[in-house]
């Protein structure tokens, strides 16, 4: 394989870990070695030191690839040598490495500098001196390594995104020469950010799949849509709605017909107001509500859900809403006629219809309304079921009856 498909190979699978494992593999069996010691990414040297012992505790790929650069610690992205051998070059010979001594100086007087720098041991490694050495007998010969190469990065774009990587080739075999070291630090800056966008998509992917297995779980449809009306992800609960005979509102959000000159006027006004970050609410048939979400919404839900876009959530009025409805009452101070009254707007009736089951006027029933408005800092009826809606999201009710 030449050196620059090995290289390619690797920019390229920074979306995919199996293909990412092989990929760093071969290009470092480009340089003659059987695999990669370690690779790492962290703020600086001196935090990849401290948390050497962690990475040796936790050895596995995946146990690091679940938090984003952002999240300011460091991350483990190739351990070619054995947990043990890490484990002792921590605790016991990382201070006295000729190489490693060489590494830190060299990384500490060039600290203003971006880019990357390689250092080998190519210059004392067949030394009598060296090979006289307790470092070299109790720990290389022991754990069958040869020839090293160190390599790091400093001052990357993000501080979370420098690279620290070493090669070993086995006991015995040749040093790595000037060309191969030069090499290597002509292509590190590639190798670094391929390191950076492969953590960054591996994260994105496993707070995608926590966000989804959380919307699963849910008994209301959850829905969003990109800012060109078009569905990004739907739970199951909402694609169980749009199967449903009498939800044709809700299959009209499957199609990505939200901002189609031929949606309902209503639908897209709705989608209109959750661009700009507004609260709204809509009565779709098959009695059902479709409420928006703010993102503040959903961090209270702890899902953290940045692209730009609307969530929308689907709320059937035969859901449970006591537990919600009782959330506003406490939070507001409701009255218990207007805890009523509220709790027969979620299930769909009109003031009128709650005056009559009361048996008072209308004009009562509209001062409790008004009353209950004003409490709450809502201006319409639609207003408060989208409220009752968002407080369902924390205490969700059970689904309703034949409804899976």
């Known amino acids: 394989m030449g050196l620059e498909s090995a290289l390619t190979q690797l920019l390229g699978a920074v979306a995919d870990e199996p293909r990412w494992a092989r990929a760093l593999d071969r290009y470092a069996a480009s340089f003659r070695v059987d695999g990669v010691g370690g690779a790492f990414l962290a703020q600086s040297l001196a935090q990849l030191n401290e948390w050497g012992a962690e990475f040796a505790a936790h050895p596995q790929v995946d146990y690091w690839m679940q938090a984003p650069a952002s999240s300011g610690g460091p991350a483990l992205l190739a351990l070619g040598e054995s947990p043990q051998a890490s484990q002792q070059y921590v605790q016991h010979f990382r201070q006295v490495d000729p190489l490693q001594r060489m590494f830190e100086a060299h990384y500490t007087s060039t600290l203003e500098s971006a880019g990357a720098w390689v250092v080998a041991d190519s210059g004392f490694h067949t030394s009598r001196q060296f090979r006289q050495t307790a470092f070299y007998n109790d720990f290389l010969r022991v754990h ?43 292509e590190f800056t590639s190798v670094q950010r391929a390191a950076f966008l492969h953590r960054e998509v591996l ?24 800012t ?16 449903h005979p009498a939800a044709a509102g809700v299959r009209a959000l499957r199609t990505g ?6 949606a309902d006027p209503a639908l897209r006004a709705l989608f209109l107001r959750s661009l700009a970050g507004l609260s709204g609410c809509l009565a779709l048939s098959g009695d059902i509500l479709l409420v928006s979400l703010s993102l503040h919404d959903l961090a209270a839900l702890g899902l953290r859900y940045d692209a730009p876009g609307v969530a929308w959530v689907l709320v059937e009025r035969s859901l449970d809403s006591r537990a919600a409805v009782d959330l506003v009452r406490q939070a507001y101070r409701l009255s218990e006629t207007e805890t009523l009254l509220l709790q027969a707007l979620m299930r769909g009736q009109t003031p009128q219809e709650f005056a009559d089951a009361r048996g008072v006027r209308i004009t009562t029933a509209r001062t409790q309304l008004s009353a209950l408005l004003a409490k709450t800092a809502t201006q319409r009826q639609q207003d408060l079921v989208a409220l009752v809606a968002r407080f369902m999201l924390l205490t969700p009710g059970s689904v309703p009856p034949g409804g899976d």
């Open 257 to 262: 017909a939200a901002l189609q000159s031929t």
């Open 144 to 186: 069958g390594e040869g020839p090293r190469m160190f390599a790091g990065s400093r001052n990357s774009v993000h501080p979370n995104g420098n690279l620290f990587m070493f090669l070993f080739r086995g006991t015995g075999e040749e040093v790595f020469t000037a060309s191969e070291i030069e090499r290597f630090t002509g």
């Open 203 to 226: 994260s994105l992917r496993a707070r995608t799949r926590g966000l989804e297995r959380l919307m699963e779980q849910m008994p209301l449809g959850l829905v969003f849509l990109d």
């Open 228 to 243: 060109a009306g078009r569905l990004l992800h739907a739970n199951a609960r909402a694609r169980r709605l749009w199967d």
